[in-house]
């Protein structure tokens, strides 16, 4: 069975950054890609990243853009999200996600739906 552990939640000020990590393990941990989401409170859960497993492709929300970057390890098992320029409207909880292997509708990395597999989730929250 997959499981998704993140890491590097926390708090800080406006203009801080936080990196956070999300690890793959047990079963076999081959996917179509991996990606964040967040969920602010009283708000729904909204697509921050992805990065295709295969070719590297990123895919960000525009709120994020040049702030947020997404990345994987060599190994492929852990994918980072470093976030950069933080404001308050960052706040929230940070979810991991994995696309399982199989065929895969093109833009399916930007909706929830389309992840098979999600981590408990990181709290950041920006605030002086």
């Known amino acids: 069975q997959v499981r998704l552990v993140e890491s590097g939640g926390g708090q800080v000020q406006p203009g801080g950054s936080l990196r956070l990590s999300c690890t793959a393990s047990?079963?076999?941990?081959?996917?179509?890609?991996m990606g964040w989401f967040r969920r602010a409170p009283a708000k729904e859960r909204e697509f921050v990243a992805a990065?295709?497993?295969?070719?590297?492709?990123?895919y960000y929300t525009n709120s994020v853009k040049g702030r947020f970057t997404i990345s994987l390890d060599d190994a492929k098992t852990t994918v980072h999200l470093q976030m950069n320029s933080l404001n308050p409207e960052d706040t929230a909880v940070y979810y991991c996600?994995?696309?399982?292997?199989?065929?895969?509708?093109?833009?399916?990395?930007?909706?929830?739906?389309?992840?098979?597999?999600w981590g408990q989730g990181t709290q950041v929250t920006v605030s002086s």
């Open positions: 047990g079963g076999t941990v081959s996917f179509n890609g």
């Open positions: 990065i295709n497993w295969s070719n590297g492709r990123t």
């Open positions: 996600g994995a696309v399982a292997p199989g065929p895969l509708v093109s833009g399916s990395f930007y909706y929830g739906e389309a992840y098979d597999y």
